[in-house]
């Protein structure tokens, strides 16, 4: 099989990954349930904004609006929304940077690098393994190769996460601009754009992992506890090594932040190029993730 018919068969098979799931609805609910998630996260957010407005109002004698954003700029210029950005960003220092954006695409961003994770560990999960259940996956690997049946899997699962996370901006949008006074509608979509490709980057090594559970079992079930188990674990290992990293197991946990995504969350923040290095690694090891899963997958019995 030469290069250019293993790279069509995996874009086929990703094609049919994509239109698989439109069809049977399984994807686009889950991907609904995100857009809720989102929209739910960003009025919660503004609400925030708001009281913290109303403090400042009472604090400078001057009457309360009735809706939040109305002051906003000066908001930003004390300390205490500075400080909740700096808590999300994880690097006081980087709010300056970051503030070029509307803080609402900021929120956008944290919410997105939380929620899309699990988002894409649970639907990646029975993209394989459904199918070799129903043992139709064999009629596939008759036709094409199981690295490109397991790449175009992978990419098909990628491209889900991207439209799940685009359908995302619509919530927040929407959020903005019925409840955040002063929201300009073209920076605000941009903002939400450019910003939601990092946090999609930053899902590819989860639907790796999602992709390598999916190629162990057979129950979509199963696979799906291990890849979302699995996912929450990444955040608790993180969490220990980036506690313990100053104490004699610093090397260790330094070389576990460097394989863990969440790692390289941090540098999503930065302009270019630093957050185009993180995306680049968070990529890298999504498909390490894969190769992981077909190790296995590449020498059991359809």
């Known amino acids: 099989m030469t290069l250019w018919t293993s790279v069509r068969d995996a874009g086929l098979v990703a094609r049919f990954e994509v239109l698989r799931a439109i069809r049977t609805w399984r994807a686009m609910a889950l991907a609904v349930l995100y857009v809720v998630a989102t929209a739910g996260g960003a009025y919660l957010f503004v609400q925030l904004i708001h009281s913290l407005e109303s403090a400042l109002a009472v604090q400078l004698g001057v009457p309360v609006t009735d809706q939040a ?3 906003l700029d000066r908001l930003l210029e004390g ?25 609402l695409a900021i929120f956008h961003l944290w919410e997105g690098l939380i929620l899309i994770p699990f988002f894409a560990a649970s639907i990646s999960a029975e993209s394989i393994s459904i199918d070799m259940g129903s043992r139709a996956l064999r009629f596939e690997a008759l036709r094409t190769g199981r690295l490109e049946l397991v790449t175009g899997r992978f990419l098909g699962q990628a491209a889900l996460t991207a439209i799940a996370s685009v359908l995302g901006i619509a919530g927040t949008w929407t959020i903005g601009i019925l409840f955040l006074t002063g929201t300009e509608p073209l920076g605000l979509a941009t903002a939400l754009f450019w ?3 990092r946090a999609w980057a930053f899902a590819l090594p989860f639907v790796g992992l999602g992709v390598a559970f999916s190629q162990w079992t057979t129950s979509p079930n199963w696979a799906r ?7 929450a674990g990444t955040w608790v290992a993180y969490g220990m090594a980036h506690a313990w990293i100053d104490t004699r197991w610093g090397l260790l946990c330094d070389v576990t932040l460097q394989v863990l995504p969440q790692g390289w969350m941090q540098g999503l923040w930065h302009p270019a190029p630093g957050w185009l290095v993180s995306s680049g690694v968070c990529i890298a090891l999504g498909f390490a993730l894969v190769a992981a899963g077909y190790l296995r997958f590449a020498r059991r019995d359809l």
């Open 69 to 71: 954003g109305a002051m």
């Open 79 to 103: 300390d205490e929304l500075r400080e909740i950005l700096g808590e999300m960003l994880g690097d006081q220092a980087l709010v300056d940077d970051v503030l070029r954006y509307p803080v």
């Open 195 to 197: 910003l939601t490709l």
């Open 225 to 231: 506890v291990m890849a979302v188990g699995a996912t």
